[in-house]
Structures are given as C-alpha cells and as structure tokens.
C-alpha cells in the first residue's frame, strides 16, 4: 500500500489495516518460533548420535635383524 491511500484510508479501515498487520506478524513469529525449535531438537538429536568407531587395526612391528660385522 502507498502511503497515500493510508493516509487517505477512514479511522475505521485504518485501525482494521494496523490489526490485521498485527495478527500477521504474530503468525509470522509463531511460525518461526516453532521453526527455530525444530532446528535445534534435530540439532541436538545430530549432536547426540555418535560416530561408529573403526576397528583398530594391529601394529606390525618389523622384525630386527642384526648384521653381522665384518
């Protein structure tokens, strides 16, 4: 809406326009509230799950051969 048509706007259809902005941005916070609090139960369900570990594989020492000396 320009701000000539609100300002040409009667007291009555400006005061109906403001109220119904409000229940707009109301619903609006409500939706992102309830979006925000879904983020972070998945987030908190993501942080909990842990990585499987790897089995360790065995160190294999090489074995020591002494040369003899000449």
């Known amino acids: 809406m320009q701000?000539?048509?609100i300002e040409?706007?009667?007291y009555?259809?400006?005061w109906y326009f403001v109220k119904n902005l409000?229940?707009?941005i109301k619903d609006k916070n409500n939706q992102n509230k309830d979006q925000e609090e879904?983020?972070?139960q998945q987030a908190s369900e993501y942080s909990s799950m842990?990585?499987?570990s790897m089995p360790?594989?065995?160190?294999?020492k090489a074995p020591s051969i002494?040369?003899?000396k000449m």
Do not use: C, D, L, R
């Open 12 to 14: 009555y259809e400006y």
């Open 56 to 60: 360790k594989i065995p160190t294999m």
């Open 3 to 5: 701000p000539s048509e």
């Open 50 to 52: 842990k990585a499987p």
């Open 8 to 10: 040409n706007m009667f």
């Open 38 to 40: 879904q983020q972070q």
């Open 22 to 24: 409000q229940e707009h």
């Open 66 to 68: 002494k040369m003899p």
